[in-house]
Each structure stands twice: as structure tokens, then as C-alpha cells.
T-cell receptor, first 117, second 114 residues
Framework: DVKVTQSSRYLVKRTGEKVFLECVQD?????MFWYRQDPGLGLRLIYF???????EKGDIPEGYSVSREKKERFSLILESASTNQTSMYLC???FGTGRGAGANVLTFGAGSRLTVL | GDSVTQMEGPVTLSEEAFLTINCTYT??????LFWYVQYPGEGLQLLLK?????DKGSNKGFEATYRKETTSFHLEKGSVQVSDSAVYFC?????????????FGKGITLSVRP
């Protein structure tokens, strides 16, 4: 069964700490995504990557950075965590690039719930 | 920019009731449309999709038809079960985009009573 695995289901961090959220997929997908999910706001795209070492900002990139050194791994980094970054973070991946890739399905991980105190 | 609007929730139904969840979108061109479902404690998973006008996506008794004239993709099920209790998200992806970047609606929580 194909999988997107997020390394931590629950994390509790303190304001100002550096936080790493790791995501690994075993489907050889080109595209990987980080979303955050908040009640009443749905899912909002933070960053995405369509190739190794490539990244593009999503709708809410402020306060976050990403790293994609290998095709299967996409990391989300909070350089200095703040309380307003308390949220559920969802990683996803998908196959294919180019025209028509928008029809391809995203496969999601189970999520990482981050609490910043 | 692209956007998805879902009806306000939550929705509570009795088992075997008929379900409609409204979804409308704003996008240029011909986006692909999706419904994703999130069961408690899990990530999102695809429920169904449609990639062109008048296509009907279906899965697990759920259906949605891509209506370009009304820019809608309403989700329906004739008889809901307790196991359908979940959060439902409508989403779109631009066909001409170089990847499958999704724009999501806010989601709606469905609770089904026995």
C-alpha cells in the first residue's frame, strides 16, 4: 500500500524553538506539498515542491521554510515557532508534472499536530 | 485567484437520510474538481473526482457532477450511514498547471446519528 508518512503525530514545542516536520513518500512522486489545517479555515498551502531542491511558496509561507534534498523526503521548518503556528500540518504528494497534472490525485499523510506554548 | 466555497456546517443527519453538500468554485479555464474526506484521526483521502464538464464522479454511494454552467460540484448520497461521519472537503486544481496544486474549501463536518 502506498504511503505518505509523517514522522511525528503530536509535538509540543515552546515559543522560539526551531521545529522540523518530516514527510516521506514511497511512491516516487514528483510533487510534494505542505498544508496547514485550522478549524473554519480549511486547508491552506504553505509550500510545495515539484522536484528535488525545487520549492515554491504557497498561500501562507511566512514563518516557514522547506527542504527537499531527496525525492522522497520533504521537510517543513519553523525557524522560530510562535503560538499562532499551533495547528495540524498535513503533507501530501502527487504524481506527474506538466499540462494535465492537475487531474492527478494527492495522497495525504495522517498529519502532525503541533502545539506551541 | 481560484477559490472554492462550501456550504456552512456542521450537518447532522439521521441514518438513511439523503445528503447534499453544496460546493461552488471560481477558476479560469477548466479545472479538475475533487471531493476529499477526512475520517476522525486520519489524513485526507480522495472520495471522488471529475476532470471535465458534465463528468460525474462516484464512489462509496457518493456522487457529484461537474456543472460548468453553474460552477458547482455538489456532493450527494441517497442514504447515509453512521460510518460516513467525517469532514468533507471540496477542492479544485487548474488543468493547465504544471502540478496538482489543490485549492480547498473550508470543509464541512457531517455527523450521522443511528
Amino acid at each position: 500500500d502506498v504511503k505518505v508518512t509523517q514522522s511525528s503525530r503530536y509535538l509540543v514545542k515552546r515559543t522560539g524553538e526551531k521545529v522540523f516536520l518530516e514527510c516521506v513518500q514511497d511512491m516516487d512522486h514528483e510533487n510534494m506539498f505542505w498544508y496547514r489545517q485550522d478549524p473554519g479555515l480549511g486547508l491552506r498551502l504553505i509550500y510545495f515542491s515539484y522536484d528535488v531542491k525545487m520549492k515554491e511558496k504557497g498561500d501562507i509561507p511566512e514563518g516557514y521554510s522547506v527542504s527537499r534534498e531527496k525525492k522522497e523526503r520533504f521537510s517543513l521548518i519553523l525557524e522560530s515557532a510562535s503560538t499562532n503556528q499551533t495547528s495540524m500540518y498535513l503533507c501530501a504528494s502527487s504524481f506527474g508534472t506538466g499540462r494535465g497534472a492537475g487531474a492527478n490525485v494527492l495522497t495525504f499523510g495522517a498529519g502532525s499536530r503541533l502545539t506551541v506554548l | 485567484g481560484d477559490s472554492v466555497t462550501q456550504m456552512e456546517g456542521p450537518v447532522t443527519l439521521s441514518e438513511e437520510a439523503f445528503l447534499t453538500i453544496n460546493c461552488t468554485y471560481t477558476a479560469t479555464g477548466y479545472p479538475s474538481l475533487f471531493w476529499y474526506v477526512q475520517y476522525p484521526g486520519e489524513g485526507l483521502q480522495l472520495l471522488l473526482k471529475a476532470t471535465k464538464a458534465d463528468d460525474k464522479g462516484s464512489n462509496k454511494g457518493f456522487e457529484a457532477t461537474y456543472r460548468k454552467e453553474t460552477t458547482s460540484f455538489h456532493l450527494e448520497k441517497g442514504s447515509v450511514q453512521v460510518s460516513d461521519s467525517a469532514v468533507y472537503f471540496c477542492a479544485l486544481s487548474p488543468y493547465t498547471g504544471a502540478n496538482s496544486k489543490l485549492t480547498f474549501g473550508k470543509g464541512i463536518t457531517l455527523s450521522v446519528r443511528p
